[in-house]
């Protein structure tokens, strides 16, 4: 979410996990497939528009689709093993809420 949304949905800055060094799923997916976005990192955003650089190269390394597509297979397997579980209001509740999770990200 902290990359895919704006600031007035997220209710606080966009990039601030990552300012505030969580190292969320999206940027541990491009940290494979960026050198750069680690120094980025490591220099603690000191540079001139380096968390701007640094959610740039999340998404063009391919971490916000590799984390998305790590939600789709998460939410498969939720949905999966619901799959044992009796029609019910409760069991509707838990498959629309990995919709809800999933609506979310994208």
């Known amino acids: 979410l902290d990359f895919t949304q704006t600031a007035e949905q997220l209710g606080k800055p966009q990039g601030q996990d990552l300012a505030s060094g969580n190292l969320t799923a999206p940027v541990i ?56 579980v009796r029609d019910c209001p409760a069991k509707r509740s838990l498959e629309l809420m990995v919709d809800y999770v999933l609506d979310r990200i994208h």
């Open 29 to 84: 997916f491009a940290l494979r497939r960026s050198p750069e976005l680690e120094s980025i990192i490591q220099s603690e955003f000191t540079e001139n528009d380096a968390l701007q650089q640094a959610l740039e190269l999340v998404n063009s390394a391919g971490g916000i689709q590799a984390a998305r597509d790590l939600a789709e297979a998460e939410a498969d397997l939720a949905r999966r093993a619901l799959t044992c």
